[in-house]
């Protein structure tokens, strides 16, 4: 492929503000269920930080309200996310009113007042492929406002993110320490302080930091030590660092990582009860979704190294221990320790006690352990330089110390999030959330059921309330989830002759005495001989690698609005701007990017299976397709069709590459399906850039199943 500019259409997303009419709500999802990176949403003045985990992508939605009124239930959706999150860009509650999250497959959480007043902020993830707003609004001052969402491409319990931890850097062999956090690949780097020896100064920092750790800077969070403050303001420490060292003269500030909160506080300032900074402390914890908290700074709280115990970060300690947080990150003795869960006064307490790391092993010197402590030791070493390797859940968090090469000692310690679920429990989702069944015809939908703090029993499930003459069944009728993990089970729909009407009907989940239920709503279509069609205006249920053996690492199949791209090397048109009808297609990675190769097809295989419907007498297929690669793409890249009946595909209709160019065109195809005759079935649009890289665009649209 060779690198050029890309020409494409630009879209203008309208965000909802809060000049809606009392009473107003509002929804439009625009989902993406696959590719490399989350397309661009609008960015805004005062937002929370959220760094992603790795596989995430995401894009625009618009989900708003306010008034004095309860509002009906939306839905912000991603088809086939493992989990989601979204973004509010205003939340701005008054008295009890509140603003409640569900997640189709697991997972709640209210919204109140207290929640990032005045600050856009993402939200802890959900599991499941939708997000169900609901609002329950009763002062007409009352406004929120979603713009985006984030969608996770594996399940939540194995979506980390790595934080690496280090204190006490730049120092004589902070050149052993940096390779380290080169190795580890984290999404953020947390410093202790006393970062740039001795004084912290502007020539330091550029002299003895920046060679080795100014690699990292992109992804530094950093707090200031005592040795910056010999520096009068530790002005060359908010020279460096600018603004990503928070305000400067303050230098405490918060950010999220996945679903952490991490709290960066200044020990060197005023950190007494009722002071400024502890006040600040107390509000950012308590406007956290986050199921997640660590904060870092530099002065321990416990230690028996030289310093020894802290008291005066007392304050800070039992804000956290309060707020219900689980780790802290200190530095200052210039050695390794690592406490049990504790109490602010030290006191050992594995239920909600804080664990604090010291890591002040960057590379300045060793200091032994010759203090008491009023906090239990688990850990500890005098002789190691290295730096702490934090993996973060949604759910727990493991820490390992990695010593520098040459050195034997390591440490690893687990721990849960004290505010994720934690008592057995587990929720019912269906997907799509609407389906059409034609009278004599059968329609289907996923059932899922999500254990959430540890549920593995065996859940019952049932479907109530369809319309007149539709029957369904639901197989397996009792399914186990495994825990922290989601089970699936088929709703399949049967309409007779004469079915009719339309239903809000419940699917139960019951376990023991606990009950749970899902809606789905249930539509009978009119009689004809379509027994399938989807132009992909909306959401009919198609899911993205729904037998899980996919291999594409970008530009994976996705519904939405495709952009133009062009080859500068050919000038022909690649992938198209347009659509055989509507705005709307299935298509290989839907944005144009910087380059026309930015958001092509890369890395093996990415499918699209349609909802099952049932195959008529003499069934034949129709739709729209269109496909382009360069002159590097091979006989093993293809666009294929597939008809899946039961596990067994066949293929039905193929394109392959070639070493010859060729531009997107709007094409029409035909397969004959009357051998699948009565057959329950399911398409499986494929495409793949297989062998070697290549460029490879494809789309689907129109697609027509009748008699």
């Known amino acids: 492929m060779r690198s050029t500019t890309k020409r494409w259409r630009r879209r203008t997303l309208a965000v909802a503000t809060s000049t809606l009419a009392a009473g107003a709500f509002l929804v439009a999802a625009h989902p993406q269920a696959g ?8 960015e805004v003045a005062d937002q929370v930080p959220q760094l992603t985990e790795m596989g995430v992508t995401g894009g625009p939605a618009s989900v708003s309200g306010g008034g004095a009124s309860t509002l ?14 979204v973004r509010f860009t205003e939340l701005s509650l008054r008295g009890n009113d509140s603003v409640t999250l569900t997640g189709s497959s697991a997972g709640s959480y209210t919204l109140t007042s207290r929640h990032w007043p005045g600050k856009a902020f993402h939200t802890r993830a959900f599991e499941g492929d939708c997000v169900r707003v609901s609002a329950a609004l009763s002062d007409p001052a009352s406004r929120f406002a979603i713009d985006a969402y984030q969608a996770g491409d594996r399940p939540l319990a194995a979506a980390t993110t790595t934080v690496a931890a280090v204190g006490d850097v730049c120092g004589s062999s902070c050149n052993q320490t940096a390779p380290l956090i080169k190795n580890m690949n984290p999404q953020a780097l947390i410093l202790a302080g006393d970062n740039a020896y001795s004084s912290g100064t502007l020539s330091e920092y550029k002299n003895n930091y920046d060679p080795y750790y100014g690699q990292f800077k992109a992804i530094t969070y950093p707090t200031p030590g005592n040795h910056e403050y010999n520096t009068s303001g530790a002005s060359g420490y908010f020279d460096y660092f600018g603004a990503r060292a928070g305000e400067r003269g303050k230098g405490y500030y918060s950010f999220d990582v996945g679903d952490w909160h991490f709290v960066a506080l200044n020990s060197n300032i005023t950190r007494s009860t009722g002071s400024a900074q502890e006040t600040w402390l107390k509000n950012d914890l308590a406007a956290s979704t986050k199921p997640c908290t660590a904060a870092f700074f530099h002065h321990p709280r416990f230690s028996r190294g030289s310093h020894g115990d802290d008291t005066s970060v007392k304050p800070f300690f039992q804000a956290l221990y309060d707020a219900k947080a689980d780790l802290v990150v200190v530095g200052h003795d210039h050695n390794y320790q690592r406490y049990a869960p504790s109490r602010p006064d030290g006191t050992r307490d594995d239920v909600n006690g804080v664990r604090e790391l010291l890591i002040g092993t960057g590379g300045r010197g060793y200091y032994s352990f010759d203090q008491s402590s009023a906090a239990v030791q688990e850990a500890g070493n005098t002789n190691t330089f290295g730096v702490g390797k934090l993996t973060l859940s949604a759910t727990d968090y493991r820490s390992d110390f990695v010593p520098v090469s040459g050195r034997t000692f390591t440490d690893t310690a687990t721990g849960k999030c004290k505010k994720a679920v934690s008592s057995p429990a587990f929720s019912v989702g269906t997907s799509p959330s609407s389906v059409s069944v034609k009278p004599g015809g059968t329609a289907s939908a996923t059932v899922n059921v999500g254990s959430t703090g540890g549920f593995t029993a065996a859940t019952a499930l049932s479907v109530s309330g369809l319309p007149s003459g539709v029957t369904g069944t639901i197989s397996p009728a009792s399914v186990t989830p495994p825990a922290n993990g989601t089970a699936t089970a088929t709703l399949t729909l049967t309409a007779s002759d004469t079915a009719s009407g339309s239903a809000t009907a419940t699917v139960t989940g019951s376990s023991g005495s606990t009950t749970q239920t899902a809606k789905v709503t249930v539509s009978v279509g009119p009689a004809g001989g379509e027994a399938f069609a989807d132009d992909f205006e909306t959401d009919k249920g198609w899911r993205l690698n729904a037998a899980g053996a996919d291999t594409a690492t970008a530009g994976k199949w996705e519904r939405g609005d495709p952009e133009q791209t062009t080859s500068t090397y050919s000038n022909q048109i690649k992938q198209r701007g347009d659509t055989t009808s509507g705005a709307n297609c299935l298509v290989t990675g839907r944005l144009a990017g910087t380059e026309y190769g930015a958001n092509d097809l890369d890395g093996g295989a990415s499918s699209m299976a349609s909802p ?13 397709y269109t496909f382009a690669h360069g002159d590097n793409a091979t006989s093993a890249d293809y666009l294929r069709v597939r008809v899946l009946d039961g596990t067994t595909p066949t293929t039905v209709f193929e394109k392959t590459g070639s070493a010859t160019e060729v531009a997107g065109v709007w094409q029409n195809a035909t397969a004959d399906l009357s051998s699948f005759a009565g057959r329950s079935v399911r398409l499986l649009v494929e495409a793949a850039d297989a062998s070697t890289a290549s460029l490879w665009e494809s789309a689907v649209d129109d697609i027509r199943v009748t008699a």
Do not use: E, N
């Open 72 to 85: 009906a239930d939306r839905s912000v959706c991603a088809p086939g996310a493992h989990w989601l999150r």
């Open 612 to 624: 099952t419907f049932t195959v008529p007498a003499g069934g034949k297929l129709t739709f729209s």
């Open 35 to 42: 590719g490399a990176a989350p397309p661009a949403v609008p």
